[in-house]
């Protein structure tokens, strides 16, 4: 090699893992699977390039995979697999984290991309710069997420899901609700939008430098505290059905568009505090 020079590592494809196996092995170049299926075991490394998964890590197969720069999965991580990833660059998974499966993945200085779900009682445990998921967090699933800029949600949080979502020096963006029995804490160091409601029967906690809007309302016995450190809070209608929201913005302003309906409530703090219909419980703290 002459100075200063790169190494040129080979690309290697090492073709499908499946049946009973255990598999531990590094290699310095790119690599490429087809699938990690059955029962199998494998640890994978690639020193000094990227991993990919053309399709699934399937049905209760276990692997670790550590990249020096990018992980992708072309379709699932399946039902009951368990999978650990460690990336230096991106990690995408074309389709979702399948449900009953455990993921535990980390990207250092990329983003980490699920084309569709967090899907049913999965558990999924994400740290990157940003993380987007192509549509829900889905029922009875588990998710924690830390990004340094962006968590964005295309979709939902479905039923009686529980996520811990941090984006430390970005935005958080839920597309559409929070919805029935799910337990939320939602932490930005910009803004949260949630772009329907928080559904019935739901927890939601909510602490912001900026802004906070929900474009539609807190719902039937659901429970919403919401801080905007620097910014203010704003919901396009009211609550319902006995929710109860207790909502903090000392440097700015509450705005809710529509009804705070008889038995809900709301406990506020703020500069300004507007809200054309007030049948329930209305108190400043």
Request: glycine share 10%; charged share 20%; aromatic share 2%.
């Amino acid at each position: 090699m002459r100075k200063n020079e790169k190494p040129n590592f080979p690309p290697l494809n090492l073709g499908a893992y499946s049946g009973e196996c255990v598999v531990e092995a590094a290699f310095d170049g790119d690599l490429t699977l087809d699938h990690i299926s059955g029962n199998c075991n494998v640890t994978l490394e690639s020193r000094h390039g990227s991993i990919t998964v053309t399709h699934k890590i399937e049905q209760g197969a276990q692997a670790k995979l550590k990249a020096a720069t990018a992980v992708a999965i072309g379709e699932s991580i399946d039902e009951h697999a368990i999978v650990q990833i460690a990336a230096a660059g991106d990690v995408t998974i074309g389709q979702s984290i399948d449900h009953n499966s455990h993921a535990t993945i980390t990207s250092r200085e990329g983003k980490i991309d699920i084309g569709m779900k967090i899907d049913n009682c999965s558990k999924a445990s994400l740290t990157a710069v940003t993380v987007r998921i192509g549509q829900d967090i889905d029922q009875h699933s588990n998710a924690i997420i830390t990004a340094q800029t962006d968590v964005t949600i295309d979709g939902g949080i479905n039923q009686h899901a529980t996520a811990d979502i941090i984006a430390l020096k970005g935005a958080i963006s839920i597309g559409q609700m929070v919805k029935d029995g799910v337990i939320a804490t939602l932490t930005a160091g910009k803004t949260v939008h949630i772009g329907e409601k928080v559904d019935h029967h739901s927890r939601v906690t909510v602490l912001a430098h900026g802004d906070v809007t929900i474009s539609e309302k807190i719902d039937q016995d659901s429970v919403a505290q919401i801080t905007s450190v620097s910014g203010s809070i704003s919901f396009g209608q009211g609550l319902s059905g006995s929710a109860t929201a207790t909502l903090t913005a000392h440097n700015g302003s509450i705005s809710i568009g529509g009804s705070v309906d008889g038995g809900s409530t709301v406990n506020w703090a703020a500069h300004d505090f507007n809200c054309p219909h007030q049948d329930g419980i209305i108190k400043r703290i």
